[in-house]
């Protein structure tokens, strides 16, 4: 079979690029391998069947169990005998992983492309070997190639998963009970996210980080505000941690860590390692393709995902920069739009991250470190969302919006904000930071009252010293 693109991975990366490579008049398969535990096939990749979905799904039942436990009351809604029925939390889960895995099945059919389920591997001259669940292999010819077939968790040696005690994160959505002592390993996104869901639904957690330093990759600020209501919430986060193994025992599992006081131990009922993830390229390059990959394990491309090898690209997170799935969506299609020799342009300085935990953590643009380490002169304008009435009227006042701009220019150079609904209000400053705005530009632009979105309005007003609804510092 002939087609003008293969895509080989069915992630937020692949099917996108699929689906737009048809709407630019191509002819498209998209080959995916994902097998779910039950062994059937399922579109979407890790985001959709392992990731950001579930999560999701998760972190907003448990934030509602724990809202109706702890501050339904201070609303005035006595809500006695609340309880968990983790079985039906489950289901509801499984049922919008199904769905809105279904749902790509749909889009790729409504747009034209072919599917095709199984294990796709590269070989020269641009063929694509498909081998199916039943072992059939068909092979099909390609004008263009796309690579987008992610990435996987790490497993460290000394905890190798074994799926019952020592948990990925795949696993660690899964679980049908809720574990008293958990143990994270990892305080990074996964962390802190798995970390919250189960501490929420009554799980004691110990997250044990290596790093001396917490969240390292955002705003200092902004880290030491969300560290603080973490700790408020129980969550156990020691730093300085460096894992050494582990010992499964009657009792449960017993973690062996260093750290400045020494060797340390800890016991926990079941043990999630989120120590990050690495490119997963299994099987998917025979010999003499001429794409080569890093020392990491990265495929190595251009600014353009182009491979180096005639007409064959790779996107998403087998890829350089951040494992973050709008990341991989916007090369998948700026990919399909320069098969069909239109332009497409990312701005890898803008890719907003965004941490979905309570408070949430988002930001876009530089942190404050980065700017001073950079020399730039600049100026911060902070909006504490205690000032704000709609926090204030949601019971969700904890946290702030931090803007930086450039002092001399004007120009917003970074975002930061801990709080609450912070994964929506980023998107205004992406917006604002794409169109190179000034802070002015924010000054002056009307924002709905009483709303969230007033936040970063007069956090872009105290760059200037001139908010209203706060003191001037
Ligand atoms: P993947 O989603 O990994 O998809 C790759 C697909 O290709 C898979 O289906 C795989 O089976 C298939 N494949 C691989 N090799 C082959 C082959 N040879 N033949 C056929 N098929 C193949 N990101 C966010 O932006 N926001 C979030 O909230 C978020 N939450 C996350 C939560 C968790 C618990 C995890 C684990 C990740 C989360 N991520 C999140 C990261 C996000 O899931 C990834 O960045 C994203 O899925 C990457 O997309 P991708 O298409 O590059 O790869
Ligand atoms: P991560 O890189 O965010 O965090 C891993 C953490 O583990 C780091 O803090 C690291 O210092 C620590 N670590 C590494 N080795 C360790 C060890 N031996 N002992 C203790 N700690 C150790 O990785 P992750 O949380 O696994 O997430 C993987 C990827 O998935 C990330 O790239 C992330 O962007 C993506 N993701 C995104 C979201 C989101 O956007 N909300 C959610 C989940 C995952």
Redesign the pocket.
């Known amino acids: 079979m002939d087609f003008d693109v293969v895509v080989?991975?069915?992630?937020?990366?692949?099917?996108p690029a699929a689906i737009r490579a048809a709407q630019n008049g191509l002819t498209v398969a998209c080959?995916?391998?994902?097998?779910n535990r039950d062994g059937s096939y399922?579109?979407?990749?890790?985001?959709?069947?392992?990731?950001?979905?579930?999560?999701?799904a998760l972190l907003e039942s448990s934030e509602l169990y724990h809202r109706a436990q702890a501050e339904f009351a201070v609303h005035g809604i006595k809500a006695a005998g609340v309880s968990m029925d983790i079985a039906a939390m489950q289901k509801r889960r499984a049922t919008i992983v199904k769905t809105m895995t279904g749902g790509i099945g749909m889009l790729l059919k409504a747009a034209g492309v072919k599917s095709?389920a199984?294990?796709?591997?590269?070989l020269p001259g641009r063929k694509v070997e498909?081998t199916g669940a039943d072992g059939a292999v068909q092979t099909l010819q390609a004008k263009h190639v796309v690579l987008?077939?992610?990435?996987?968790?790490f497993e460290l040696p000394s905890l190798p998963f074994d799926r019952t005690n020592i948990l990925?994160?795949?696993d660690?959505?899964e679980m049908d009970a809720v574990p008293k002592r958990l143990c994270v390993i990892g305080a990074g996104?996964?962390g802190l996210?798995?970390g919250s869901v189960w501490r929420r639904l009554g799980a004691e957690v110990v997250v044990l980080e290596a790093m001396d330093k917490f969240l390292a990759v955002a705003d200092g600020q902004v880290a030491s505000e969300a560290a603080r209501h973490f700790k408020k919430q129980g969550l156990d986060i020691r730093l300085g941690a460096k894992v050494t193994g582990a010992t499964p025992g009657a009792d449960g599992v017993t973690v062996h860590y260093t750290d400045a006081k020494g060797e340390q131990t800890l016991v926990a009922d079941k043990v999630v390692v989120?120590v990050g993830?690495r490119p997963?390229?299994?099987?998917?390059l025979a010999d003499g393709t001429g794409v080569t990959i890093d020392a990491r394990g990265f495929i190595n491309v251009d600014e353009n995902c182009a491979t180096g090898v005639e007409n064959v690209w790779a996107?998403?997170?087998?890829?350089r920069g951040?494992?973050?799935?709008?990341?991989?969506?916007d090369?998948?299609v700026a990919v399909a739009d320069r098969i069909a020799g239109r332009h497409a342009h990312i701005n890898y300085d803008l890719v907003p991250s965004?941490?979905?935990t309570a408070p949430e953590i988002a930001w876009v643009g530089k942190t404050e470190e980065a700017v001073k380490a950079a020399g730039i002169e600049y100026k911060l304008g902070v909006f504490p969302f205690l000032a704000s009435g709609r926090a204030r009227a949601m019971e969700a006042s904890a946290g702030f919006v931090k803007l930086i701009a450039d002092k001399a220019s004007d120009q917003i150079l970074g975002v930061h904000i801990v709080g609450p609904m912070a994964g929506e209000l980023i998107g205004e400053a992406c917006v604002a930071m794409e169109f190179k705005a000034s802070c002015e530009d924010l000054q002056r632009t009307m924002h709905a009252h009483p709303t969230l979105s007033e936040a970063l309005h007069e956090a872009a007003l105290a760059a200037d010293k001139r908010a209203i609804d706060n003191v001037n510092r």
């Open positions: 080989i991975g069915g992630g937020p990366a692949g099917y080959v995916d391998g994902w097998k399922a579109m979407g990749g890790t985001c959709l069947n392992a990731g950001c979905i579930p999560s999701k095709f199984g294990h796709g591997k590269l498909v987008a077939s992610g990435s996987t968790p990925d994160s795949w660690a959505l996104v996964i996210e798995l989120a993830r997963f390229t299994t099987g998917l996107v998403g997170d087998c890829v951040p494992m973050l799935a709008h990341k991989g969506k090369e998948g965004v941490i979905y």
